[in-house]
């Protein structure tokens, strides 16, 4: 803990190398909260440690600090969310989600922040996720009659999230929405990166307040099936053939390139393995995905297919507007807005395809590009003529479904079935 007593201390509100002259500079990405102490102007700054890749919880001891700083980050006690005697707390870790950091950021960074606000142990029920189940017992546990308004804490990718959202819809849904704070410990972390942007996601479990979180239906033709993470199997969908996501539903490049990073070689890479699967995807040339896409604009009934060739190459529907923090897919979507944006284009040389990428790493530029088709759409159909499984995959929030042959997947905007904790910049 560093202690100031007398002297000088800056707080930087963007992030900047540590000073010779020894000031301490702690950038806004890292800065969680202030707890008031009972001396005179007196606060507990907590925040994360620099570099971020260092684990832990920092504590700073600051004497009249900035105004500005105090409007912003000054709690005192627990939120209505976070506070056992309105809600039942549980805290699910995703042990496996990205490069297996998850347990080790709750014990290091995450328990501690809780009991420097009282909430100890006992406050709180953890559960570490076993296997694909795991979820779906939290959510008919948490979904039992009878029970008080319910607050879970997530240390996971989007999958998790996406898992609960399919284990609470109806007719399992409980009459208040579960309240859900995210804490990204996946690989792209899509939803959190989208939501996270004017504050990070700590301070925002502590200062942000439950908000709806649109989502979107995805119902398949009979027939269609999961597929398993590390290709270890294969998973009925609900007899419905209905999936509800929040964030992404994709075929053709996007959703292969997701696929075929899903194992253990992959994953080490982090957020890398995207590129590199990517790369994979590209060699020795695209491949032509062939089916029908079909949308629904807003204010209209009728469906129209996209005026573009039989073979696809890039087609995504996403609520979000980052699917990884620097990778822009839609600039414009807002934060919980109900609306689902397209984007599309056909099959492009290698080259031209890792341009057009480069450009949504660059704010989203490449939604400019005449080869690219983006736009809000109410609901988007995809009839799928591929005879080759592995050109029939569908992505949701990170999920990878298989198309029987001949089939479709078609997604509409539907009402959320959970708050997520958000916090306006």
Known sequence: MTTFNGRSSTLSFSPSPGLSDGTNLIPTSQ???????????????????????????????????????????????????????????????????????????????????????????????????????????????????????????LLSGDTLLFELLNSLKPPSLPQRRPTVSLLPLGTGNALSASLSKSSPPLSTLLLGTPRTLPGFKATFSP???????????????PPDNALHGSVVLSWGFHASLVADSDTAAYRENGSSRFQL????????????????????????DIWGALPAPTQHFYTLATMVSNLEETFCISPASEPLASTLHLVHFPVLPPTEVMRVMAMAYDGGKHVTDPQVRYECVRGLRVEIEEEEERWRRVCVDGAIVVVPAGGRVEVEVVPGVVDVVYREG
């Open 31 to 153: 800065i969680i909260s202030l707890i008031p102490s009972p001396t005179a102007d007196g606060y507990t700054l907590l925040h994360t440690h620099a570099p971020e890749s260092l684990p832990g919880l920092q504590k700073t001891l600051l004497v009249a600090p900035p105004a500005a700083l105090i409007s912003r980050y000054n709690l005192s006690t627990l939120p209505p969310h976070l506070d056992p005697a309105v809600v039942d707390i549980s805290v699910v870790i995703s042990a496996g989600s990205g490069t297996g950091k998850a347990l080790a950021y709750w014990s290091d960074v995450v328990q501690p922040l809780l009991a420097e606000y009282g909430l100890h142990e006992g406050s709180y029920i953890v559960h570490t996720t076993t296997s694909a189940d795991t979820i779906h017992e939290i959510a008919t546990e948490i979904s039992a009659d009878g029970k008080p308004p319910q607050s879970v804490i």
């Open 223 to 237: 027939g269609a099936h999961f597929v398993l993470p590390n290709s270890t199997g294969t998973k009925p969908l």
């Open 277 to 300: 699967a990517a790369r994979a995807n590209l060699l020795p040339e695209p491949h032509g995905y062939k089916g029908v896409v079909s949308t629904i604009l807003p204010g209209r």
